[in-house]
């Protein structure tokens, strides 16, 4: 336990816990960094108890992420108006994610676009429950809603909703 000092007519400075903070906030950015790279929370709750012992519990791990949620929203909403997308490639993944405490199958419905300077660029990421022609209607109304314009090739499979939905 830290005791701070009481001083009088004098304010106590504690410059040097900052760079601890600063240290802690980096360790907290690495986390989040591994999830986008697609670590899961389990494996990094083995990498912090190596790190730092066994006080890091995958619920902890699970939390610190959750504050990549806001960050990786206004990512998934911004405009796509800047530039046309002539070629998209667009696919499903099939997740297993925990969802209201069960595990469950979803769809992950997911555009690339090359844009007209030649850019490709994730353009958006839905889940959906699987991928039925409504679900692809709603994830192209949104893509469109976002500004997605100029679109001249889709490459895909054949999956028989995404088909009808084009």
């Given at each position: 336990m830290l005791r701070v000092p009481r001083v009088r007519n004098g304010e106590f400075s504690t410059e040097l816990f900052a760079?601890?903070?600063?240290?802690?906030?980096?360790?907290?950015?690495?986390?989040?960094?591994?999830?986008?790279?697609?670590?899961?929370?389990?494996?990094?709750?083995?990498?912090?108890?190596?790190?730092?012992?066994?006080?890091?519990?995958?619920?902890?791990?699970?939390?610190?992420c959750k504050r990549l949620d806001p960050i990786v929203q206004a990512w998934n909403h911004r405009s796509l108006a800047e530039h046309r997308y002539p070629f998209l490639l667009v696919d499903a993944l099939v997740l297993r994610i925990r969802e209201d405490g069960?595990?469950?199958?979803?769809a992950a419905l997911i555009a690339v676009g090359?844009?007209?300077e030649?850019?490709?660029?994730?353009?958006?990421?839905?889940?959906?429950?699987?991928?039925?022609?409504?679900?692809?209607r709603a994830f192209f109304a949104w893509l469109k809603q976002r500004g997605l314009s100029g679109v001249d090739i889709v490459v895909s499979d054949r999956h028989g909703g995404l088909v009808k939905a084009l």
């Open positions: 760079r601890y903070r600063r240290s802690e906030q980096a360790f907290l950015l690495a986390l989040m960094e591994m999830v986008v790279n697609g670590v899961s929370t389990r494996d990094g709750a083995k990498v912090t108890e190596q790190w730092c012992g066994p006080s890091f519990s995958k619920s902890t791990v699970s939390d610190l069960r595990i469950r199958s979803r090359v844009n007209d030649g850019h490709r660029e994730m353009l958006g990421l839905m889940l959906e429950s699987s991928e039925s022609e409504s679900s692809w």
